[in-house]
């Protein structure tokens, strides 16, 4: 199966932004709704953003308004721009996907290994 990579994680400081990346790590037919999710230390992954491949998007409450979720459906990669950055935004971001290898294939769904999200305060 085809694994996800994020990109785009790293140090920034509060206020700052980043721009999260989650593609494919290989050739897919297609790629379905994608969920990017978070997890703290000592916390649960808790889902912060989806993105349908109708360009639809939905957010939780804590990032409303700071963080927004697009797709470039030629390139199959999915962004997570993230501004006004909190030090409780600090976390592994990882990004989920439901993909299809070819159109006449079923669909699952996989993850990424996640990339550090560190907002200093």
């Known amino acids: 199966q085809v694994q996800l990579v994020e990109t785009g994680g790293g140090p920034v400081q509060a206020g700052g932004s980043l721009r999260l990346s989650c593609a494919p790590s290989?050739?897919?037919?297609?790629?379905?709704?994608v969920g990017w999710y978070r997890q703290a230390p000592g916390k649960q992954r808790v889902l912060v953003a989806t993105s349908t491949s109708d360009g639809g998007a939905n957010y939780a409450d804590f990032v409303k308004g700071r963080f927004t979720v697009s797709r470039d459906n030629v390139r199959k990669t999915v962004y997570l721009q993230m501004n006004s950055l909190k030090s409780e935004d600090t976390a592994i971001y990882y990004c989920n996907a439901e993909l299809k290898n070819y159109f006449w294939s079923s669909t699952y769904t996989t993850w990424g290994q996640g990339t550090q999200v560190t907002v200093s305060s």
């Open positions: 290989g050739n897919v037919f297609r790629v379905n709704t």
